[in-house]
């Protein structure tokens, strides 16, 4: 059974950090595509950042750039989200996905089919 756990949020200050943790289990760790995924309040869900393990191939949000970092770890088949800078407007509902299936590095919301239940990160100014 694929599962996908998330860890690692909480309530931060701008301009602070935290580091999010995705461990997946129940699949093919290394050959799907997996990605971050974000729902503000009130709004629509959004990409954040996504990775393909298999080729190390990572896509940022324009939103996130240069403050995020998305990576894995093989041994522990954990997918990272360090967040760095956070600002207001990242405050969140942040969910881990994976792409199933789709054998190459994938980003948008439409090729995942396997969700975590989500961690929050608030951040006050």
């Known amino acids: 059974q694929v599962q996908l756990v998330e860890s690692g949020g909480g309530s931060v200050q701008a301009g602070g950090s935290l580091r999010l943790s995705c461990a997946a289990s129940g699949y093919t760790y290394r050959t799907n595509s997996m990605g971050w995924f974000r729902q503000p309040p009130g709004k629509e869900r959004e990409g954040v950042a996504c990775i393909y393990p298999g080729g190390r191939v990572t896509y940022y949000a324009d939103s996130v750039k240069g403050r995020f970092t998305i990576s894995q770890d093989n041994a522990k088949n954990t997918v990272y989200l360090q967040m760095n800078s956070l600002k207001p407007e990242d405050t969140a509902m942040y969910y881990c996905?994976?792409?199933?299936?789709?054998?190459?590095?994938?980003?948008?919301?439409?090729?995942?089919?396997?969700w975590g239940q989500g961690t929050q990160v608030t951040v006050s100014s």
């Open positions: 996905a994976a792409a199933l299936g789709v054998g190459t590095v994938v980003c948008g919301e439409k090729w995942y089919n396997s």
